[in-house]
């Protein structure tokens, strides 16, 4: 059972949903307990960093999800589930994330976005389909062309201080990380849910590692 972490934060059930589509079996888990247990975990979000956190730690799943990823169970953090995982966010103030990846999760700014390629201001959020380019051949892009479309929503995007954990990069007037890869710990900036046959196809290949 790969089990999705109600951090109280996401569409839940369109990330179960896309599991299921894909005949892996995946359940909302509210019991910190039952992380044990899973084939592999599954880190969702969408919202503001600090009140994630803030349900992560309340909720109970911090030091079994910490354990899980030392013990080698596959994870994978979706959008803010990304984030989570970095030292450090500077969403509305600066806020400790759980620093299993050394880096920040920083904003977009217009201006350093409009002064690439002489480019009009781009809109804040990053909302919509683009593309990504694949720099490893992370287990999880098994299928996946380099340039495939993914569906993106977010104003941050996180800052790995050792670039070899990034799996995938994709321009939005600057050229960020929107996957990484960590052994057996996967994250992606863009939701796979939401993607179509890709995302559907990224969803099949973690469910295989578990």
């Not at 894909?22 to 592999?40: C, M, W």
């Not at 781009?122 to 380099?146: S, T, V």
């Not at 800052?159 to 007037?173: C, F, L």
């Amino acid at each position: 059972m790969i089990a999705i972490i109600d951090s109280g934060i996401a569409n839940l059930r369109s990330v179960q949903k896309g599991f299921e589509r894909v005949e892996a079996d995946a359940k909302v888990v509210e019991d910190p307990r039952t992380l044990r247990d899973a084939s592999g975990i599954v880190l969702p979000g969408v919202g503001a960093f600090a009140d994630g956190i803030s349900k992560l730690q309340d909720g109970g799943f911090v030091e079994p999800l910490l354990r899980a990823i030392e013990a080698g169970k596959p994870v994978l953090g979706i959008c803010l589930g990304l984030h989570f995982l970095f030292s450090e966010s500077e969403e509305f103030g600066h806020h400790a994330g759980l620093n299993i990846i050394k880096g920040r999760v920083v904003r977009f700014k217009n201006a350093a976005v409009g002064a690439i390629r002489e480019s009009p201001l781009l809109k804040i959020p990053h909302m919509g389909w683009n593309r990504i380019r694949i720099e490893r051949q992370a287990p999880i892009f098994k299928g996946i062309p380099d340039g495939a479309f993914f569906y993106f929503v977010h104003s941050y995007y996180v800052q790995p201080e050792d670039k070899s954990v990034i799996a995938a990069t994709t321009e939005y007037g600057l050229q960020f990380t929107s996957a990484l890869w960590r052994d057996n710990l996967f994250a992606c900036q863009f939701h796979p849910e939401k993607s179509q046959a890709l995302g559907l196809q990224l969803l099949k290949n973690f469910a295989s590692l578990t």
